[in-house]
């Protein structure tokens, strides 16, 4: 199936209320909360790996006032609001998710505590996926370069991760499919990610690699942070996509699934 | 009336039956209904599970006990913890010898019935290090293949762990966490591996200062609260009505925090 007709798919459900409630939407909602706060934890890199800094901004309330100046940053408007189960598990998850990491964040003796995006995204998406509602999200990886094998694309994700990385840069900005499996309507949601100036430092060459700072250029290493060779990845190029998996009839069922 | 046409002697007989029928049916919701009300107390299986539920000498603490005591109070119920060694919990649930258990596995449920399909909590197993030999990433396998890692006797160890290190090495005893942590720290081994980090390594751990533990994500385990089968249905769809209204365990771990 050809990109351009993904999504024309996507123009076609997103107007109406195909299913009594604009799912398409709400998926989008939902993948650019997560993807505002990783955007956080990136920012926040050099509070949560200090000895001494105030951290009192990663945690509960605070935490969501950064995302929401994120949010507001990106798509000119507040963060949306909880008025959705999934939106109301989704922030529940991202505080949970920072309070299960408090004592590596808090921890004095770690001059590196490896809660970066990737690690912090993966974390989410478990927290919120294996939460028993009928929504699951996940940082999806190229095939062909994955460090986490829990980031292997499925078949859906795959096609499209592979029409975008054979368009034009820039084209891919959003694919939504509404998709069958065993009888039970899906909407698919797959919003691509390209490698920004930021994330070079783990997933470019060896002269971006953060681990090289302050070391001269003879013992330069191709090992980054993480303990992963440098992949050579260059701005703009294709990282992968937040999917985001949407089962119609479970989320209609919702009230009946003890929720909250 | 005439009885002797056989079609009215069948009505007649029918709407007798059917009287009898709707009788027996009241009698039996008010006789529930007074079953239900003249319950005033539940039993909640546990056991210790830090720092969920401390047992000490005292009364059991902890926040799992905060949170059960403030469902059940909320449901009209007075809370009543009774210890259960961890092996026979799921089957004292089964039997119907508590009314509710705390924690409980998903593959220990059983017929019994999940306060809510959203776990409470989940469980991550993980290695713990020397702080010096933290390793933040256990997708990175070749840090920590050849490390020499201790664990409790009788712990499962998760395949991944298993497969890709050779040197794992139980070890037996009383206070084992503590006996884990001294190895570690006399560098008598490399790392520990835990089924569950968040006892060993949380802000209010007493091995905090020693030690620093990285998780194995993606092997997480659910875990939830459940209510016996044998339980009054109209007493589980209470529980699960005052469930609804709590803040989730998330939260009200957030609150504990402030």
Redesign the interface.
């Known amino acids: 199936m050809q990109l351009s007709r993904l999504l024309l798919l996507a123009l076609l459900f997103t107007s109406g209320g195909a299913f009594g409630e604009d799912y398409p939407a709400l998926s989008l909602e939902v993948i650019n909360i997560f993807m505002a706060s990783k955007e956080v934890l990136f920012e926040k890199q050099e509070e949560i790996n200090s000895a001494e800094a105030d951290k009192s901004s990663l945690?509960?309330q605070s935490f969501l006032r950064e995302i929401d100046s994120v949010y507001r940053k990106n798509h000119g408007q507040a963060l949306p609001k909880s008025d959705h189960p999934i939106k109301t598990l989704l922030y529940?998850?991202i505080?949970?998710v920072m309070?299960?990491n408090?004592?590596?964040i808090?921890?004095p003796?770690?001059a590196?505590?490896?809660?970066i995006p990737a690690?912090f995204s993966?974390?989410l998406s478990?927290?919120f996926s294996?939460?028993?509602?009928p929504v699951k999200i996940k940082f999806v990886g190229l095939r062909n370069n994955l460090?986490?094998e829990?980031n292997n694309p499925d078949a859906w994700e795959y096609e499209v991760l592979s029409k975008v990385a054979a368009s034009v840069s820039g084209d891919g900005i959003l694919v939504q499919q509404v998709t069958e499996e065993k009888g039970r309507s899906l909407v698919r949601t797959l919003k691509p990610i390209y490698f920004s100036l930021d994330c070079l430092s783990c997933h470019g060459t060896v002269n971006d690699n953060s681990a090289n700072k302050f070391i001269s250029k003879e013992h330069w290493t191709l090992i980054n942070k993480?303990?992963?060779k440098m992949p050579n990845y260059q701005l703009g190029d294709l990282a992968g996509g937040v999917s985001l998996k949407l089962d119609v009839l479970g989320v209609q069922e919702g009230g009946n699934?003890?929720?909250? | 009336m005439n009885f002797n046409k056989p079609s009215l002697k069948f009505r007649h007989s029918a709407a007798y039956l059917l009287s009898y029928c709707c009788l027996i049916l009241f009698s039996l919701q008010v006789f529930g209904a007074v079953g239900d009300t003249g319950r005033s107390t539940i039993t909640i299986g546990t056991y210790g599970y830090q720092p969920h539920i401390k047992v000490s000498a005292g009364p059991l603490q902890g926040r799992g006990i905060n949170y059960l005591r403030k469902l059940l109070e909320s449901a009209g119920y007075k809370p009543v913890f009774q210890v259960v060694p961890r092996k026979r919990l799921a089957q004292y649930l089964a039997n119907g010898k508590v009314d509710m258990a705390f924690p409980i596995y998903e593959k220990e449920l059983r017929e019994s019935k999940r306060m809510s399909v959203r776990p409470l909590l989940f469980e991550t197993p993980g290695l713990c290090f020397r702080k010096e030999n933290f390793i933040p990433f256990l997708s990175v396998i070749e840090r920590w293949k050849k490390l020499d890692i201790i664990y409790a006797g009788g712990t499962e160890i998760i395949p991944f762990l298993a497969k890709n290190n050779t040197s794992l090495k139980p070890v037996f005893g009383t206070n084992i966490q503590d006996r884990l942590i001294k190895m570690l720290a006399s560098e008598r081994a490399d790392a520990a591996y835990v089924a569950n980090v968040f006892p060993m390594y949380n802000v209010n751990s007493r091995f905090y200062r020693s030690i620093a533990c990285s998780n194995f994500y993606g092997h997480s385990s659910a875990v939830y609260i459940a209510m016996s089968d044998q339980l009054d249905l109209s007493v589980i769809r209470s529980l699960r009505q005052s469930y609804k209204k709590l803040p989730h365990y998330a939260e009200f771990e957030l609150e504990t925090f402030k």
């Open positions: 945690f509960g529940q998850s505080l949970s309070e299960d408090r004592a590596l808090m921890d003796d770690l590196y505590k490896g809660l690690t993966f974390q478990q927290r294996n939460s028993g509602y460090v986490n829990a993480a303990g992963f699934l003890e929720l909250q």
